[in-house]
């Protein structure tokens, strides 16, 4: 806009010409770059389009004034101030674009990989294996029944759309309550809950439990109405202390969770096959949630590569207020 001004001044035509058909063309000449500015940055964001309208009518102003009283010094100040708004707009949209283009690529990579490896691409920091902490947390396990017989009665492209359905209703109930699904282990979930005490965490793992187990029932009836697949599954729940952080070697690592409350979890969801049950918490999880869960206490259970035998509760109904 600055050049074209300044070049549409040098004219013999506008010197010449009265400053009432100047100011006609030149604004004529913003309202068409204005609309042709719109129509192109639009699309990509609206707020970069009407910025760059109010900084075509400004530049226009600035021009009008320094035409209207005909000093040199005012139309080198109108180029200044207008090539200053430029440079600022110019900048402006680089950080919106940058913004935008790191929130696309944060979206996309939370798909793969959990929020903390995010956190450490964004903050520049080097991966190292040993990088991690001890923390409490809340473990799930949840595991499709039967899984094997399913996949050997269907082909690999149906068990995966099997699989995409179920997943499509179970993690937006985890994501509600605060989870986060560390790993896929085939047609099983590992799921973790942080929070600032034990209680938040037990708490929100139980009730996204038996959230989940809701959502199921409801979709094995849509299933068995189309004559599709339907699907059970079995959920574990224990809290206690993990390691969380990085596990492997410098070149190949993953973000994941480890240590003997992570199997406990994992051995407690086993445990629903040898009692016919669904949602199954240990005794960890349940100083937390008794409050707000009603349950079946099942004694003294060995649970699978464990020596001692430990107490384990069906769930059987979860308070959402308390």
């Keep these: 806009m600055t050049i074209l001004t300044v070049l549409m001044l040098n004219l013999p035509i506008f010197k010449t010409a009265d400053n009432f058909l100047v100011n006609n063309i030149a604004f004529c000449l913003t309202i068409i770059l204005s609309a042709i500015e719109f129509i192109i940055v639009k699309n990509y964001s609206k707020r970069i389009a009407y910025t760059g309208i109010l900084l075509l009518f400004f530049i226009y102003t600035i021009f009008a004034q320094a035409i209207s009283i005909e000093s040199h010094t005012f139309t ?48 520049n920091e080097v991966v190292k294996t040993s ?20 996949s050997e009665q269907h082909t690999a492209e149906e068990v ?36 600032e005490t034990p209680v938040i965490h037990a708490k929100n793992a139980v009730r996204a439990g038996k959230d989940i187990l809701r959502k199921l029932k409801n979709f094995r009836q849509i299933q068995e109405a189309d004559g599709k697949e339907k699907i059970t599954a079995g959920i574990g729940i224990n809290t206690g202390e993990v390691f969380i952080g990085y596990v492997g070697t410098d070149d190949c690592c993953e973000y994941t969770v480890i240590g003997d409350t992570v199997n406990i979890a994992n051995r ?55």
């Design 268 to 322: 407690t969801e086993s445990t629903n096959r040898v009692y016919r049950t669904d949602f199954l918490i240990t005794e960890n999880t349940y100083q937390y949630v008794k409050d707000i869960a009603d349950v079946i206490k099942i004694s003294d259970v060995q649970l699978k590569g464990k020596r001692e035998k430990v107490n384990v509760y069906e769930v059987l109904q979860v308070s959402e207020t308390i």
């Design 160 to 195: 995966t759309e099997i699989l995409n359905n179920y997943f499509k209703e179970v993690i937006p109930v985890i994501k509600k309550h605060g989870g986060i699904i560390n790993k896929f282990i085939g047609d099983a979930l590992l799921v973790i809950f942080k929070g």
């Design 76 to 123: 080198r100040i109108a180029i200044i101030l207008s090539q200053m708004a430029i440079i600022s707009f110019v900048i402006i949209c680089g950080m919106i674009i940058q913004d935008k283009t790191k929130e696309k690529i944060k979206q996309e990579i939370s798909k793969y990989v959990a929020g903390q490896v995010w956190d450490n691409i964004e903050n």
């Design 131 to 150: 990088q991690g902490a001890k923390e409490i947390l809340t473990v799930m396990f949840i595991d499709i029944r039967d899984f094997t017989t399913i």
